[in-house]
């Protein structure tokens, strides 16, 4: 079945340090959603990239999604501690309901 | 994100009783998702249905059963022949934008411990 990857699992860095996660698919992607969960609370949405190549950005926060619409990344430009938490890729195929998530990449930020 | 609401946020149960697990929306989404998060876990897909009174497996829907009378409903219920039913139940809705873009947010969760 569908799989989706995503590494690092862990990721511990300095406050002003940039930090990237990346997310790898076994089959191509129409659609792939990025979302970030806190300590205790729930996955909220970030963004989502449906176009080849497509390059988003949020502030310090840069979204990619790869042209063969297989791989997608997350990068954040200095690192603040409110970037805290675990950050998912999930990726959907053509004509398909169903949202297959990463396993996460769990981001600690040192003040 | 606003319009999906869990109840309860934690949940004690004994072994071998059923739980039913609430989800309800008011987004006007036709989807609706269960998934199931353990500790240091990503997010694993139990079931959803994409409309009123459908619903599909999704990868980890032995032990559990869920209903969809309503478009705004989804309950789930964890039967007592789930092995390992201590979770984080997240609950999701969605639906489908124009240009293969999707509208989706998740509920804050409960919290099932059975001991």
């Known amino acids: 079945g569908q799989q989706v990857m995503q590494i690092p699992q862990y990721q511990h860095v300095q406050e002003g340090e940039d930090f990237t996660t990346y997310c790898n698919s076994s089959?191509?992607?129409?659609?792939i959603q990025w979302y970030k969960q806190r300590p205790g609370g729930h996955p909220v949405f970030l963004i989502q990239l449906v176009k080849s190549g497509e390059v988003k950005k949020q502030k310090r926060l840069t979204f990619q999604f790869g042209e063969a619409k297989k791989n997608s990344s997350l990068h954040i430009t200095a690192t603040q501690t409110t970037d805290v938490g675990t950050y998912f890729c999930a990726g959907r195929r053509g004509g398909s309901e169903k949202l297959v998530f990463g396993k996460g990449t769990k981001l600690t930020v040192n003040p | 994100d606003g319009g999906i609401t869990q109840s309860p946020k934690y949940l004690f149960r004994k072994e071998g009783q059923n739980v039913t697990l609430s989800c309800e929306q008011n987004l006007n989404h036709d989807a609706m998702y269960w998934y199931r998060q353990d500790p240091g876990q990503g997010l694993r897909l139990i079931y959803y249905?994409?409309?009123?009174?459908?619903?599909q497996k999704g990868d980890i829907a032995e032990g559990y059963s869920v209903s969809r009378e309503k478009k705004e409903s989804f309950p789930l219920t964890v039967t007592s022949a789930q092995k390992n039913p201590t979770a984080f139940y997240l609950c999701?809705?969605?639906?489908?934008?124009?240009?293969?873009?999707?509208?989706?947010?998740f509920g804050p969760g409960t919290r099932l411990t059975v001991t």
């Open positions: 089959t191509t992607l129409s659609n």
């Open positions: 999701a809705s969605s639906r489908r934008l124009a240009g293969g873009r999707y509208e989706q947010y």
């Open positions: 249905s994409q409309i009123v009174n459908d619903f």
